[in-house]
């Protein structure tokens, strides 16, 4: 049994659903997410993980239940969405790894046609995006004052 890793600090996520009327295949998302460098892995779900790195700076799961990926279903996978989500402490700086983790949101949200919610499934705004930053600041200088 591999030894239980202890419990995130905080989670900070983001929602990518699809439009009304539209669902993103299998295919569609497959060629984003290995186009914007993130690999599947650990749990069915695709990471973002920097070659130094063994944990995810960020990672992506399904939004239907469970939150796995069939990797056996690309070419007939229809879903409605995907989670996006980093957990703290991670491998790089939180404001580094947000920066990666919302730019490549943004970008999987333009190219399968979807929109960008916040984690209470709300639309994105600049607002909340300046809200996570100083949260995150905030979390930096915690964890610098511990340690």
């Known amino acids: ?4 890793a202890p419990l995130p600090d905080k989670i900070i996520s983001l929602f990518l659903q699809a439009r009304e009327n539209h669902v993103i295949t299998g295919i569609d998302l497959l060629d984003a997410t290995l186009k914007l460098g993130l ?6 779900i695709f990471h973002r993980i920097h070659e130094e790195d063994v944990e995810p700076i960020f990672s992506m799961a399904n939004l239907t239940k469970p939150g796995s990926f069939d990797k056996n279903a690309w070419n007939t996978m229809e879903i409605r969405g995907v989670t996006m989500f980093m957990t703290l402490p991670g491998p790089r700086n939180a404001l580094d790894a947000w920066d ?4 490549t949101s943004r970008r999987l949200a333009e190219v399968l046609h979807a929109d960008l919610l916040d984690e209470k499934r709300e639309v994105f705004t600049r607002q909340r995006s300046l809200q996570i930053k100083e949260e995150l600041r905030e979390y930096e200088r915690q964890k610098n004052a511990d340690s």
């Open 100 to 103: 990666s983790m919302l730019a």
């Open 1 to 4: 049994r591999a030894p239980v």
């Open 39 to 44: 690999v599947f892995g650990a749990h069915d």
